[in-house]
């Protein structure tokens, strides 16, 4: 029975201690336990997302693990990350392991200069503690953040807080970007929310991102970072960038094919001669992708004859297609994934356009969005 009591006293100082902090100060102490460099730290985050364009959502489950490198470095921290699929690993190098074929491939920086880019993109995407504490130092500069307590949090976890942070522009005006931290009473992350409303290029979108975190050890608790990556039994290769084919030329003959569209016809190129088609190798969350709908759409309205079709990159399901269909008003033939044709096309990224003319010859291709997509296609079908 005292122990009971006791436990109760505890419980209800320990809230009323995180009670008497301003939001702000629970940020502070929150960079603390995370970000002081002399400490390593490790925990697993589940991440949910409401992709863009489409109504699916996207789960993926991580467990990371930081160590400390020294302060002469750009990033301070090795950082190695498992999934069920790969584990990397940045450390000067960029290490992919594939679990699939028993493979570690090196990726040596200073050798291959121009991914550098690409390797710290990946750093910072996968690494959402890392992002956070640098985000939320970067709002604690500015005067203007708000960080303001709510009364949303859920009531069996009387010990997690809410906070809703406000930001502003350089202009002073609030940033559509809604986000809500949860902090546990040790000031640790228990959740971090974000949604975005935004419009791209005349394409209104938006995006929503829970990280949840679990699993966070501190200091000399944190798991050690070889814990994850026992690279014994694997095969050892160094990283050898991918070629990059070149498109077919204007004036090839366009390789035949036959596909499924997403009403459940077979569609062929040969059922499209004697007219121009517009060819877009696509996928449903390529936010350049739905960009060109509206250049495409203006060209069907200009050009009647102009016939369109849109082939699935990424296997997206028949009813994730017709739902981004209706939503975006796509006026096209869609058709699904091939992988032959891609190879056939030699397609190797999204958007990618081919204009095929009447008598089944490439008359334009592009690699990538742009503005200049209805003009060029319109001067050629002018002809």
């Keep these: 029975m005292k122990k009971n009591i006791l436990l109760t006293l505890l419980l209800v100082l320990s809230v009323g201690l995180l009670k008497s902090q ?32 489409t109504t699916d959502t996207f789960v993926n489950v991580n467990q990371y693990v930081y160590r400390y490198a020294g302060s002469e470095r750009d990033i301070p ?5 498992r999934r069920e699929k790969s584990v990397s690993i940045y450390d000067g190098l960029f290490h992919k392991v594939n679990l699939a074929d028993s493979a570690v491939v090196f990726h040596d920086i200073e050798r291959y200069p121009n991914l550098k880019s690409k390797v710290n993109g990946l750093f910072e995407e996968l690494s959402s503690l890392f992002v956070l504490s640098r985000d939320l130092e970067k709002y604690l500069v500015d005067a203007r953040t708000n960080f303001e307590f709510t009364n949303s949090a859920d009531e069996s976890f009387p010990n997690v807080k809410e ?21 546990s009473q040790d000031n640790l992350p228990v959740s971090f ?3 975005l409303e935004f419009e791209f290029r005349g394409v209104k979108g938006s995006q929503s991102q829970l990280f949840q975190y679990s699993d966070i050890r501190i200091g000399k608790d944190a798991a050690p970072l070889a814990s994850l ?63 060109s709908v ?32 209706e939503k975006q008003g796509i006026a096209a033939v869609m058709l699904m994934k091939s992988k032959s044709v891609k190879a056939d096309y030699n397609v190797f990224a999204y958007p990618t356009f081919y204009l095929v003319d009447g008598s089944g010859n490439i008359a334009f291709s592009q690699v990538g969005y742009s503005d200049k997509l209805a003009k060029v296609v319109s001067d050629i079908l002018a002809k």
């Design 22 to 53: 301003t939001p702000r100060e629970v940020v502070v102490k929150l960079l603390e336990n995370i970000g002081d460099s002399t400490l390593n730290y490790s925990y697993v985050t589940t991440t949910t997302m409401n992709r863009p364009f």
């Design 77 to 81: 921290y090795d950082v190695s990350v």
């Design 193 to 195: 929310w974000a949604h």
């Design 229 to 291: 990556n026992e690279f014994s039994s694997f095969t050892k290769r160094e990283f050898e960038p991918e070629a990059i084919p070149e498109l077919l030329s204007v004036g090839t003959k366009a390789p035949k094919w036959t596909l499924k569209s997403v009403d459940g016809d077979s569609v062929s190129l040969s059922g499209f001669s004697g007219k121009y088609l517009l060819l877009e190798f696509w996928s449903a969350n390529c936010g350049h992708c739905m960009t």
């Design 163 to 183: 906070i809703a942070i406000t930001i502003y522009d350089k202009a002073g005006e609030v940033i559509p970007r809604q986000m809500k931290l949860r902090v």
């Design 294 to 325: 509206g250049d495409i759409n203006g060209l069907k309205n200009n050009y009647p004859l102009l016939q369109v079709a849109f082939i699935s990159m990424t296997g997206d399901s028949e009813s994730k297609i017709k739902s981004v269909v």
